[in-house]
């Protein structure tokens, strides 16, 4: 077995046990004290003047050293003739060199000279004195007594730390005792694997397992048996019944005590009767020792034997896996690499660490507990004082040396993540049923962000979703001012929201965000804006245009009409404005829009969503002809209903393909007619004759109602809809064909007539001038065998103004008589 700077300490103690037991400068976890005292290292070499170390911090014992002896509390009945000394091994694996030094009182502080670099040291204590004259002689070359001396230092040291864990849990507070942590960590720093134990055993079975995983040997050891020298009590603390198991002789035998006391009975101090101990480290670097009371052999003076290992002179090479951004006030365990693996014990006996400024001379104690596992960490607490943010390298003590962990350590306030935003592009993404969108967050240093989640705000019901997120660098590896994630917005409805942001530290920061409704869409885009108007009408159609706050382009000018929504109507799917040109454009150039939407920072970008257009075409005159039958005359602007008129239109700035939009509209009702060139229709037919000359047949009684206004829109698919020109009012007028006056009177000086012709449901008044009328009598009839004929009985005055003087007419409604063509039979 390969022996790395090892000390081991012996305790001797040659009085009866009842003279310790009645001394008790600290009180033993099981048996009795056996005495307290301190044993320090002076390094007188290291030119620093730093302080004497306790036995139990030094790592390695060198030449030229000195070794300080300190008494604590020792029996008043052993005072007068105690000696104490120190027996040296150099060397290892059992070929070193074994020396002696000289005795001194034991009641006194004492010094000696380390002779040579030692790898073992055992401390002789005889309460009536020792003699040491021809033990060097005796025990120079023995190597087996080196090798025992070792193999039992393993043992007792992982022994007593054991006894020195189960006594920490026992005295923990109720609700921080946690036994599986305290075996945990045990197992970590010794490389003992310990059994899972029943809190419902025996504390001595319990006791036993343990001590099998600690010492393999004692595999064959009974806890059960009925020996009385290794019975441990009932009722007896788990720390206790290891301590007391340990004192057993099968203990000591499972360990290789037997041989080994034996050796040093024979070879240094005979008729000694060597007997198992353990330290108990205290306060003030004070160091108890323990042991079970048991009646001394006569003839025989007792020794009690204490043995620790401490790791060799060479400190491991450590070094961070990589440079480390850790943060302030918290804890952090930051990975490490190992010259090899036998270097990790060893951590643990770095003291008094540090970080030391990279960039100055200023350092910090700090902190830090090693990993007992591979692959090796440290844990760091930086939450306890005041560390400023800076670069460090971590150092740690190996006996009076610093050493440096090679890397460097970042240190970084957490982030202030009240300040974190997300981007106006971000942002305006959160669209509703749109999908997976990635999103931005700025303001703050993210590098220790741990944990992002989605909240519903006001609906507590709702489950938070977790996000991924990404930093540029990673996480904890230097500050970083962009966080990156994605929020799937396909099922999320419109409305706030929060985003929480959790650090390594568990505090948490939300910030508000809002998904918007989906953008409002433009079914006829690109808009048409035409040459030759300083203003013009531009209609938008689609869905959501309310949502529309403004619309720029360069060169343009854009200004929506009011539109009034009452409260419960649908928003309309149209939105007018009035745009100007305040530059010249070419035909066919296409302009960029800008579109603002309400609740987004950003307007949408439409490239090409207006185009240039040249002239709209424009109606300049209009023929008419209508058919000599109408017996009613018509006014200005009047078009006969149930005749077929002519019109001949005359347009301007027309390209094909191109259409004639009919219009024929009054108080709220309208009905419409589209005829390209070449129609025909039963009503109307359209045909073009070229120059922009529009020749339309048609019925507008079959097309229209009566009263209603008449107006044509030329429309191309390249400039557009020409404004509308008013054909005229489209008017039903009676056909009458036939008028006979009777001899019936219908009273003074009134006689009936009989007009013949079709509509004549038209007609409310006669008379002989446009002035004075007389309603008619009755309603029209049908004549028998002609469907559309009808007769029409009135009343008139009698005589007429002049022979076969002309009827007068009024329509239904109207106030004036018309003329007709028709006369007295």
Not at 428 to 454: H, N, Q
Request: aromatic letters at 6%; charged letters at 20%.
């Amino acid at each position: 077995m390969k022996l790395s700077s090892t000390m081991i300490v012996f305790i001797l103690a040659t009085s009866w046990l009842q003279t310790f037991a009645a001394v008790s400068p600290q009180n033993c976890v099981a048996g009795n004290s056996l005495g307290s005292f301190r044993i320090l290292v002076e390094s007188p070499g290291n030119g620093r003047g730093d302080k004497d170390l306790p036995l139990s911090s030094v790592n390695a014992l060198r030449a030229h050293q000195k070794l300080k002896y300190i008494p604590v509390e020792l029996a008043p009945e052993v005072k007068a003739k105690a000696k104490i000394t120190f027996l040296l091994v150099s060397g290892a694996e059992g070929a070193g060199q074994v020396e002696v030094l000289d005795s001194h009182s034991a009641d006194k502080s004492a010094e000696w000279v380390v002779p040579f670099d030692t790898s073992i040291i055992g401390v002789v204590f005889g309460p009536q004195g020792l003699d040491v004259k021809k033990v060097n002689s005796l025990v120079q070359k023995n190597h087996q007594l080196v090798n025992q001396l070792a193999d039992y230092a393993e043992q007792t040291t992982q022994v007593g730390a054991l006894v020195q864990t189960l006594t920490a849990w026992e005295q923990a507070p109720t609700g921080h005792r946690s036994l599986e942590a305290a075996l945990s960590g045990f197992s970590s720093r010794y490389g003992v694997v310990l059994p899972k134990l029943d809190p419902n055993a025996p504390a001595d079975q319990q006791a036993a397992l343990l001590l099998r995983a600690v010492l393999p040997s004692l595999g064959t050891y009974d806890p059960l048996t009925t020996d009385p020298s290794v019975k441990v009590q009932q009722s007896a603390g788990l720390a206790v019944s290891v301590a007391s198991l340990f004192f057993g002789t099968p203990v000591a035998v499972a360990a290789g005590g037997a041989v080994l006391f034996q050796n040093l009975r024979t070879l240094m101090f005979p008729n000694t009767d060597f007997r198992s101990a353990y330290a108990q480290f205290n306060v003030s670097e004070t160091v108890t020792l323990c042991s079970k009371p048991q009646p001394a052999r006569s003839r025989t003076r007792t020794a009690y034997l204490w043995a620790i290992r401490l790791p060799g002179a060479v400190p491991p090479t450590v070094t961070l896996s990589e440079d480390r951004q850790l943060p302030l006030g918290w804890k952090s365990v930051v990975p490490v690499s190992l010259e090899h693996p036998s270097q990790l014990k060893q951590l643990s006996r770095f003291r008094e660490w540090q970080l030391k400024s990279d960039t100055g001379n200023a350092s910090y104690p700090v902190s830090v507990t090693p990993s007992g596992t591979l692959p090796a960490t440290l844990d760091l607490d930086l939450s306890q004082g005041f560390l400023p943010p800076g670069s460090y390298r971590l150092t740690g003590r190996w006996d009076w040396d610093s050493v440096p962990i090679q890397g460097l350590i970042h240190l970084h306030r957490f982030g202030d993540l009240s300040k974190a935003q997300l981007t106006s592009a971000s942002q305006d993404r959160l669209l509703a049923g749109r999908g997976v969108v990635p999103v931005e967050l700025t303001g703050a240093d993210f590098e220790f962000v741990e944990k992002l989640s989605l909240l519903k705000t006001n609906r507590r019901n709702d489950p938070a979703v977790d996000l991924w997120f990404a930093l540029p660098l990673g996480k904890q590896v230097g500050p970083q001012s962009h966080l990156e994630t994605e929020i799937d917005t396909q099922k999320l409805l419109p409305g706030p929201y929060q985003l929480q942001i959790t650090q390594v530290n568990g505090q948490s920061e939300t910030l508000p965000l809002t998904v918007h409704p989906a953008h409002p869409k433009i079914r006829n885009l690109p808009l048409r804006v035409n040459l030759g108007e300083d203003q013009q009408l531009v209609s938008l159609q689609g869905s959501d245009l309310e949502r529309i706050e403004w619309i720029k382009a360069e060169g343009i000018e854009w200004e929506f009409l009011p539109q009034k929504i009452l409260p419960g109507q649908a928003a309309s799917p149209k939105r007018d404005g009035l745009l100007r040109l305040k530059q010249v454009f070419q035909k066919g150039e296409a302009i960029a829009l800008s579109i603002k939407i309400e609740g987004i920072n950003e307007p949408l970008q439409l490239p090409a969503g207006l185009t240039v257009a040249g002239p709209r075409p424009r109606i300049v005159a209009v023929n008419r002809s209508f058919p000599a039958e109408s017996s009613a005359s018509l006014r200005n602007g009047e078009i006969p209903g149930g005749f077929d008129v002519s019109f001949g239109i005359q347009a301007e700035q027309v390209e094909s393909p191109l259409s004639l939009d009919l219009t024929c509209s009054s108080n709220g009702e309208s009905s419409s007619l589209v005829l390209k060139p070449g129609d025909r229709r039963e009503n109307a037919k359209l045909d073009l004759a070229g120059d922009g000359l529009l020749f339309l047949s048609m019925d507008p009684g079959l097309f229209g109602f009566s009263g209603c206004k008449l107006s044509a829109s030329v429309v191309t698919q390249a400039a557009g809809r020409s404004d509308p020109y008013v054909l005229g009012k489209v008017i039903r007028v009676p056909r009458i064909e036939r008028f006979r006056l009777t001899e019936e009177s219908v009273g003074k000086s009134s006689y009936l007539g009989i007009l013949t012709g079709r509509e004549l449901q038209t007609i409310e008044k006669t008379g002989w001038n446009p002035h004075e009328g007389f309603p008619v009598v009755g309603i029209p009839t049908p004549v028998p065998g002609e469907t559309t004929k009808q007769t029409l009985k009135i009343a008139l005055p009698w005589p007429s103004p002049s022979p076969r003087a002309p009827l007068y007419v009024w329509l239904r409604g109207e106030t004036q008589g018309r003329a007709t063509q028709v006369k007295e039979e």
